[in-house]
């Protein structure tokens, strides 16, 4: 079947691990910090006859992610024993909130250039991490190959939310623009790290193709493996394109579960899953179910700020959308508003913030003095700006020391030096005059090298344009 549009159908499975002090079900201390295996004790250990303690921080941050993502609360969730054998499993199951989960049906306005896509949450539900396990000597990291595993117990027990979009993601850039949003409003609540690189934040997809404007859902596959938004949108690219291959040239897609390598770009097939549904899943006689009161469920939903979503749609008119969602998904905005509540302009201060202060602590920045550095930034020299915008987020930060430098901008001290660029360059100045305008910048930064960044920008670019149309 051949000569029509494919539509990419995704859906997501992302695990969150929650930064509660202690484990799921025992008073262990979680997180990273101690040597291996020596934040264990006889419950996550699963020795017979220890019994789990539900840990209260965790059923509350799951109920407030869950209200975050516009879920229904359920009265009554229960916990079940999911069964399987496996190393970093010592008690033969997982304990994971089954068939009644505390958060359902919920829903993610995703901001795009052509609206709102809307990405349906089927549920979200708590459970319980496995332990680390580490495959040593193959030449892959997984097990086959492998000369010996080791497991690690302190990651098994810590609280882990999984939440499960509906497949409602039509391109990698929707999964990349949603996981981001995700990301930002489980930082916000405070709940997580949400970081890939450290696995505190996973993401699996779900890929399937299908006839555009069709409304099937074809057999899909399942992509895991992946340790950044960055490849996860590359594997999601990857498995549609090789779907559609397989159904033009007349094949059929197998369900199956694959790793993606972004080193090399491919796939590879994991074995596969015989009978992988058969979990024996029955409710865990020795935890109550998590019956929420009312008054608990209404003041977490008042503790929930507003989401980054909302946030994007409302700062947008005031810049545009790229340099909005920058800011939000880099949890920057805050500071952008102030900054330009204290009179710096709206574009300068969102790029001088997204460009030059991304990672920075922006709680400890002082608008004000922001401001002033962003009203000089063409004004002072560059070495200077660099200097202060690094200094920024220091406590008792003053902008006045950089603010009294002037940058060079007397013509009669830099034509000399444009004069001498121009020359040193005749290849650019011919392409420039032939119309590659592009070129200003490379012609600016030339002469701003040679002055050690001490010129004014904006005096050098004036006196460049003006040498190259004489
Ligand atoms: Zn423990």
């Not at 089954?98 to 609206?115: A, E, H, I, M």
């Not at 489980?186 to 069709?214: F, H, Y």
């Not at 940058?407 to 121009?422: F, G, H, K």
């Not at 002469?447 to 190259?468: H, I, P, Q, W, Y």
Request: glycine share 10%.
């Amino acid at each position: 079947m051949t000569g029509h549009e494919w539509q990419p159908v995704v859906g997501l499975e992302i695990h969150v691990q929650l930064k509660t002090r202690t484990k799921m079900f025992c008073r262990c201390a979680n997180g990273y910090g101690g040597g291996e295996n020596t934040q264990t004790c006889p419950v996550c250990l699963g020795f017979p006859g220890a019994l789990p303690v539900m840990n209260r921080q965790a059923v509350e941050w799951t109920i407030k992610l869950g209200l975050a993502l516009d879920c229904e609360i359920a009265p009554r969730a229960v916990f079940a024993r999911k069964n399987y054998f496996y190393p970093d499993l010592p008690k033969g199951y997982q304990i994971s909130q089954y068939d009644l989960p505390s958060c359902t049906n919920g829903k993610v306005l995703v901001p795009t250039p052509d609206g709102d896509h809307e990405i349906g949450i089927v549920r979200a539900h708590l459970e319980e991490d496995a332990a680390k396990t580490t495959h040593v000597g193959g030449r892959t990291g997984r097990i086959g190959g492998a000369d010996y595993s080791l497991v690690d117990f302190n990651r098994g027990g810590t609280p882990l939310v999984e939440i499960v979009t509906g497949p409602d993601v039509h391109s990698s850039e929707d999964a990349r623009r949603f996981l981001q949003l995700l990301r930002q409003t489980i930082v916000e609540l405070g709940i997580s790290d949400a970081e890939m690189e450290k696995g505190t934040l996973r993401v699996d997809a779900n890929v399937s193709v299908r006839p555009a404007g069709s409304s099937e859902l074809r057999t899909r596959c399942e992509l895991k493996n992946m340790n950044s938004f960055r490849f996860v949108a590359q594997g999601i690219d990857a498995e549609v394109k090789r779907q559609i291959a397989l159904y033009e040239a007349g094949e059929e897609v197998v369900q199956e579960t694959y790793d993606f390598d972004a080193g090399s770009g491919t796939l590879t097939a994991r074995r596969s899953k015989e009978e992988a549904d058969d979990y024996r899943y029955f409710p865990e006689p020795d935890l109550v179910p998590v019956e929420p009161p009312a008054e608990l469920v209404e003041r977490l939903r008042a503790e929930v700020p507003e989401s980054p979503a909302r946030r994007i749609r409302r700062i947008e008119g005031e810049l545009d959308l790229d340099r909005a969602v920058v800011l939000v998904t880099g949890g920057l905005d805050g500071l952008w508003q102030e900054t330009v509540e204290a009179g710096a302009e709206r574009v300068a201060a969102a790029n001088v913030i997204a460009n030059r202060l991304a990672g920075a602590d922006a709680a400890a920045v002082e608008p004000a003095e922001l401001a002033k550095l962003v009203e000089a930034r063409d004004r002072i020299p560059r070495t200077a700006l660099d200097e202060a915008l690094g200094k920024v987020a220091e406590p008792g930060f003053s902008a006045a020391p950089y603010l009294e430098q002037e940058a060079v901008s007397d013509s009669a001290e830099l034509e000399p030096i444009v004069a001498r660029i121009l020359e040193a360059n005749p290849g650019q100045v011919a392409a420039y005059r032939g119309g590659k305008e592009g070129l200003l910048g490379f012609f600016v930064g030339q002469v701003m090298k040679e002055t050690g960044g001490k010129a004014n920008a904006r005096a050098v670019s004036e006196l460049v344009r003006e040498k190259l149309q004489a």
